[in-house]
């Protein structure tokens, strides 16, 4: 019986150090579901951008570029101007509306860095005061969180370098991550917000935002004034 016993202490003492790892282990790939989760999320997010038309920062790298954005402009306006399109990665506008009390930077391109500052525009899209479709969109946990409380009527106001734009929201969308009914590029001049639907066990399949119409615009004369 002596012997039976030894031998269950050594063969416990032995197994000890691997089941102690074995759980060690499934804690951490448990820790790590939610920023693999978090990450996911970006990717989806990004998922319009597809047909950017610059070279992204794959190849030759991203640099964000913080631009000031003018916010005081005084000088004379039109309602026709030129259009300054930005480089990947710079700050090119700012979304405002005041029935969130909303005020986020908007970035050209999507990429997991410039969600952590903004939010971010397709390059498929078109600029903000432009004729199409201005695609953008932000996480659901920052810049966006209040995206779902926009309701019809509500107005957003988007300035830029070379212009402010008034949009009215015309209607709030919900739609699959694989629809891309509400990014496609359209005739009509738009501007299409949107984020993930909030989800606490991670990633979300489903989108919701906001479509909205171009009501008024004013161009600066002196466009580019504030970088």
């Avoid at 032995?14 to 951490?28: E, L």
């Amino acid at each position: 019986m002596a012997d039976k016993a030894k031998i269950r202490s050594l063969v416990l003492h032995i197994a000890t150090p691997f089941v102690v790892a074995a759980i060690s282990s499934g804690v951490m790939m448990i820790a790590m579901i939610k920023p693999a989760d978090k990450l996911k999320v970006y990717r989806n997010l990004a998922f319009m951008d597809d047909l950017k038309t610059d070279p992204g920062d794959i190849r030759t790298g991203l640099k964000i570029r913080d631009n000031k954005i003018v916010d005081d402009y005084n000088g004379t306006v039109s309602d026709t101007g030129e259009l300054i399109r930005p480089k990947y990665g710079e700050l090119y506008a700012m979304i405002k509306s005041s029935s969130l009390s909303l005020d986020v930077p908007v970035y050209w391109g999507s990429d997991v860095a410039l969600f952590e500052r903004g939010a971010c525009q397709s390059t498929g899209s078109v600029l903000v005061g432009d004729n199409g479709n201005s695609v953008i969109s932000a996480h659901e946990d920052t810049f966006f969180s209040e995206l779902n409380k926009l309701k019809k009527g509500d107005e957003i106001t988007v300035a830029t370098n070379y212009g402010e734009f008034v949009y009215k929201v015309s209607e709030t969308v919900s739609f699959k991550k694989s629809d891309n009914r509400y990014v496609v590029p359209t005739k009509d001049t738009r501007l299409t917000l949107y984020t993930c639907k909030k989800n606490v066990f991670g990633s979300a399949d489903e989108r919701i935002g906001v479509v909205c119409e171009l009501t008024g615009k004013k161009f600066y004369t002196s466009a580019g004034e504030g970088k």
